[in-house]
């Protein structure tokens, strides 16, 4: 299983940014996508999933409704992560992850099957 991670950078606040996570074939199919970030010093927090498990549903963070949306490209096995409107808070390493079934799509507990990350900084 493999997950891997492109579009991060550096934007000023109020600027847009697209993530992708490439997916291995063999779980895009059936499973909860999600994306996570960590800044400097805190934990790893859920922002947004896609599960396909969950009949195709979308979860969101508080802080990122309205401002980011998750999609998955099922020709190219891809999930995109579109960041509009980005705020220095939402600075940090994002991830990607998988999971077979997640009962709670935005908790780091539910996932096994992660990427390396890719940086995103707003300033």
């Known amino acids: 299983v493999q997950l891997v991670e492109s579009g991060g950078g550096s934007v000023q606040p109020g600027a847009s940014l697209r993530l992708s996570c490439a997916v291995s074939?063999?779980?895009?199919?059936?499973?909860?996508v999600a994306w996570f970030r960590q800044a400097p010093g805190k934990e790893r927090e859920g922002v947004a999933a896609?599960?396909?498990?969950?009949?195709?549903?979308?979860f969101y963070a508080d802080d990122v409704k309205g401002r980011f949306s998750i999609s998955r490209d099922d020709a190219e096995n891809t999930v995109h992560l579109q960041m509009n409107s980005l705020k220095p808070e939402d600075t940090g390493v994002y991830f990607c992850?998988?999971?077979?079934?997640?009962?709670?799509?935005?908790?780091?507990?539910?996932?096994?099957?992660w990427g390396q990350g890719t940086q995103v900084t707003v300033s």
């Open positions: 992850a998988a999971a077979v079934h997640a009962i709670h799509p935005l908790k780091v507990i539910e996932y096994n099957h």
């Open positions: 074939q063999y779980i895009f199919g059936s499973y909860c």
């Open positions: 896609a599960c396909i498990s969950r009949g195709s549903l979308t």
